[in-house]
């Protein structure tokens, strides 16, 4: 019996406790070897070796940050002064502007007395946009390629990943700039010893005929009996949906690693019911807090049981306050910023991602790890974006809300909130809440109405308006773009 089959069998019950999970490591050698894992270390001991770092990367930064030296020198802040975790409250926030107007300045210059792998430029990856409209680069040196395969390795053993044995299926498209998500999925795998089949789905290029079409992408996935599939959530819910339409075999498959948006339960108890009707055994879906700023993702260790960070001698994560940088107690919902404490390349100290969480530092009841975990916020999703939160008739609504309701009901292929005017042409007229949905056709359409409706009045106290489209196409077109766009604000700008 293959260390997965004992795998499936220990977790039958659906139970995860943090027996079974020191079972499931001493299982597998890699991970046994890993004896400095901390993310297993006590409240103290943590705290111990967060901060050895930190002072290191201080001292960095004042030396070699074009940004954080200028920075320091501008506010008076002594680095040597910052020691602790705890410390970091006398830094400003870091905001997306501020790191979009010149990306370069993140990147530490370092001297040639420093070690060569220090030095060496490994890869890039490109996130948000800049004030030109051009992505901002994101520089990894080996020194951060190195630590980041660790990294996968630890986030492999949070997420039940069996070396040599485990197939994964990258279903993030093949995109015209170097995506995180792609690049990274086929690092991940393997740094944790596991083969890797991409489906290079995506926008066709009119001088490459390098893309595969969906259908071939679920034929090879079938075809070599990938075990896991990573993609965006949305997309990999129309990957099941298209697979079932197509006859397709997934008796291989354990589960779905849902990534880059919000996976609500409902959503995921639909994927798990077509899996099922795929052939597939007990599987499972998985949501994760994926972010470019630390090059992969915090994965769970059992639906809902918390994001965890995989290595947190690597990355610290706080809810602050964006206007005074004051950190939340402790699972306080505000915005999340991240500080890297040991990196070389793109430096960021207490930079906010946009979104708004929460996130606890008690060890986790489910897997025994004492790094922090984000925390489901809004029914069953982890986070928001800052931006999606949206006034509407007077009223600020928290869209991750409505996606929770919505995504919960069932019978819906893909949907998408529109927050429009009465008139359109009118920008004074009355505001209007609209819900555009692409039935599956399983539900009668009065129904499905009736349900989207009364489960919007609960979520926003605000009875929407209906549009049911005929394709999903409509709302979603993954060969055009990598994520759904379920927010979507029409109201024209008062001036």
Same mark, same amino acid.
């Given at each position: 019996?293959?260390?997965?089959?004992?795998?499936?069998?220990?977790?039958?019950?659906?139970?995860?406790?943090? #027996?079974?999970?020191?079972?499931?490591?001493?299982?597998?050698?890699?991970?046994?070897?890993?004896?400095?894992?901390? /993310?297993?270390?006590?409240?103290?001991?943590?705290?111990?070796?967060?901060?050895?770092?930190? $002072?290191?990367?201080?001292? +960095?930064?004042?030396?070699?940050?074009?940004?954080?030296?200028?920075?320091?020198?501008?506010?008076?802040?002594?680095?040597?002064?910052?020691?602790?975790?705890?410390?970091?409250?006398?830094?400003?926030?870091?905001?997306?502007?501020?790191?979009?107007?010149?990306?370069?300045?993140?990147?530490?210059? &370092?001297?040639?007395?420093?070690?060569?792998?220090? +030095?060496? %430029?490994?890869?890039?990856?490109?996130?948000?946009?800049?004030?030109?409209?051009?992505?901002?680069? *994101?520089?990894?040196?080996?020194?951060?390629?190195?630590?980041?395969?660790?990294?996968?390795?630890?986030?492999?053993?949070?997420?039940?990943?069996?070396?040599?044995?485990?197939?994964?299926?990258?279903?993030?498209?093949?995109?015209?700039?170097?995506?995180?998500?792609?690049?990274?999925?086929?690092?991940?795998?393997? /740094?944790?010893?596991?083969?890797?089949?991409?489906?290079?789905?995506?926008?066709?290029?009119?001088?490459?005929?390098?893309?595969?079409?969906?259908?071939?992408?679920?034929?090879?996935?079938? /075809?070599?009996?990938?075990?896991?599939?990573?993609?965006?959530?949305?997309?990999?819910?129309? *990957?099941?949906?298209?697979?079932?339409?197509?006859?397709?075999?997934?008796?291989?498959?354990?589960?779905?690693?849902? %990534?880059?948006?919000?996976?609500?339960?409902?959503?995921?108890?639909?994927?798990?019911?077509?899996?099922?009707?795929?052939?597939?055994?007990?599987?499972?879906?998985?949501?994760?807090?994926?972010?470019? #700023?630390?090059?992969?993702?915090?994965?769970?260790?059992?639906?809902?049981?918390?994001?965890?960070?995989?290595?947190?001698?690597?990355? *610290?994560?706080?809810?602050?306050?964006? #206007?005074?940088?004051?950190?939340?107690?402790?699972?306080?919902?505000?915005?999340?910023?991240?500080?890297?404490?040991?990196?070389?390349?793109?430096?960021?100290?207490?930079?906010?991602?946009?979104?708004?969480?929460?996130?606890?530092?008690?060890?986790?009841?489910?897997?025994?790890?004492?790094?922090?975990?984000?925390?489901?916020?809004?029914?069953?999703?982890?986070?928001?974006?800052?931006?999606?939160?949206?006034?509407?008739?007077?009223?600020?609504?928290?869209?991750?809300? %409505?996606?929770?309701?919505?995504?919960?009901?069932?019978?819906?292929?893909?949907?998408?909130?529109?927050?429009?005017?009465?008139?359109?042409?009118?920008?004074?007229?009355?505001?209007?809440?609209?819900?555009?949905?692409?039935?599956?056709?399983?539900?009668?359409?009065?129904?499905?109405?009736?349900?989207?409706?009364?489960?919007? +009045?609960?979520?926003?106290?605000?009875?929407?308006?209906?549009?049911?489209?005929?394709?999903?196409?409509?709302?979603?077109?993954? $060969?055009?773009? +990598?994520?759904?766009? $379920?927010? &979507?604000?029409?109201?024209?700008?008062?001036?």
């Amino acid at each position: 019996m293959g260390i997965i089959e004992k795998l499936k069998e220990m977790l039958r019950d659906g139970e995860v406790t943090p #027996e079974k999970v020191k079972k499931f490591i001493d299982m597998v050698p890699p991970y046994q070897e890993d004896k400095n894992d901390p /993310a297993f270390l006590t409240g103290k001991e943590l705290d111990e070796v967060r901060n050895r770092n930190l $002072r290191v990367q201080m001292e +960095l930064c004042a030396k070699y940050s074009p940004y954080y030296h200028e920075l320091f020198k501008e506010c008076g802040i002594d680095a040597p002064s910052i020691k602790t975790i705890d410390d970091l409250e006398k830094l400003p926030l870091t905001t997306k502007l501020d790191y979009m107007k010149n990306p370069e300045a993140f990147k530490l210059k &370092l001297d040639l007395t420093r070690p060569f792998y220090e +030095l060496i %430029l490994w890869d890039l990856t490109m996130t948000t946009g800049t004030t030109t409209g051009i992505p901002s680069i *994101f520089w990894n040196t080996t020194h951060d390629f190195y630590a980041q395969t660790l990294f996968f390795i630890r986030s492999s053993k949070i997420s039940w990943a069996v070396p040599g044995e485990d197939i994964t299926f990258n279903a993030f498209p093949l995109g015209p700039i170097p995506h995180m998500a792609y690049i990274r999925t086929l690092t991940a795998s393997l /740094a944790a010893g596991c083969a890797v089949v991409a489906g290079h789905t995506g926008m066709p290029h009119p001088d490459f005929p390098i893309h595969r079409r969906l259908d071939d992408a679920i034929k090879l996935m079938e /075809a070599y009996k990938c075990t896991a599939a990573l993609g965006i959530a949305s997309y990999m819910r129309r *990957f099941v949906m298209r697979a079932q339409e197509i006859g397709a075999d997934f008796s291989h498959v354990r589960g779905i690693h849902a %990534l880059g948006e919000p996976c609500p339960k409902g959503m995921r108890d639909d994927m798990t019911r077509r899996l099922e009707e795929l052939g597939a055994d007990s599987p499972t879906i998985g949501n994760a807090y994926g972010f470019t #700023e630390c090059q992969g993702a915090f994965p769970e260790c059992a639906e809902l049981a918390g994001c965890h960070n995989p290595d947190p001698s690597l990355y *610290f994560i706080e809810v602050v306050n964006p #206007e005074t940088g004051e950190r939340l107690a402790e699972g306080e919902q505000g915005h999340v910023a991240v500080t890297h404490i040991n990196r070389r390349g793109t430096v960021l100290l207490r930079y906010l991602l946009g979104d708004i969480g929460k996130v606890t530092y008690e060890p986790c009841p489910y897997c025994g790890r004492t790094s922090e975990r984000m925390m489901p916020i809004s029914g069953s999703i982890y986070s928001t974006r800052t931006k999606e939160l949206v006034k509407l008739k007077g009223t600020l609504i928290n869209p991750g809300l %409505l996606m929770d309701a919505i995504e919960n009901i069932g019978g819906i292929v893909e949907y998408q909130v529109v927050f429009t005017k009465v008139d359109p042409s009118d920008p004074y007229s009355l505001d209007k809440l609209v819900i555009r949905v692409a039935p599956t056709g399983e539900i009668p359409s009065e129904k499905l109405k009736a349900s989207i409706t009364e489960a919007v +009045l609960k979520a926003a106290e605000m009875r929407p308006e209906i549009q049911f489209v005929s394709s999903p196409f409509e709302i979603f077109d993954p $060969r055009q773009s +990598l994520k759904a766009t $379920r927010i &979507l604000d029409q109201r024209p700008v008062m001036k």
